[in-house]
């Protein structure tokens, strides 16, 4: 069973940083998308960035481009969500994700989630 791991939430004031990580417990080139996703009270999940299985962007929430930075270290097997330039919208549940493909669906894997705070 995939296990992921995330780390790196706290409390932080507008325009602090804060990096997540993800620690996956197999090789993270197994899956096909690796991700963040966040979920603050009362909204739904929501999709922050993804990389592809080549380690490319696919994907950033219009809402923090150009404020979060996600990256891996293939080595290491983890994923990272470097967020600079933090405001208080940002305050939720953050969660890594983990995507594959099997044969006739997409599984998907996900940690326990770490919650960023960020005060006005």
């Known amino acids: 069973q995939v296990q992921l791991v995330e780390s790196g939430g706290g409390f932080v004031q507008a325009g602090g940083s804060l990096k997540l990580s993800c620690a996956a417990s197999?090789?993270?080139?197994?899956?096909?998308?690796e991700g963040w996703y966040r979920q603050a009270p009362g909204k739904e999940r929501e999709l922050v960035a993804q990389l592809n299985q080549g380690g490319s962007v696919e994907y950033y929430a219009d809402s923090v481009k150009g404020r979060f930075t996600i990256s891996r270290d293939v080595d290491k097997n983890t994923v990272s969500l470097q967020m600079n330039s933090l405001k208080p919208e940002d305050t939720a549940d953050y969660y890594c994700n983990a995507r594959r493909w099997n044969t006739l669906q997409w599984d998907d894997y996900w940690g326990q989630g770490t919650q960023v705070t960020v005060s006005s």
């Open positions: 197999e090789s993270i080139l197994s899956f096909n998308f």
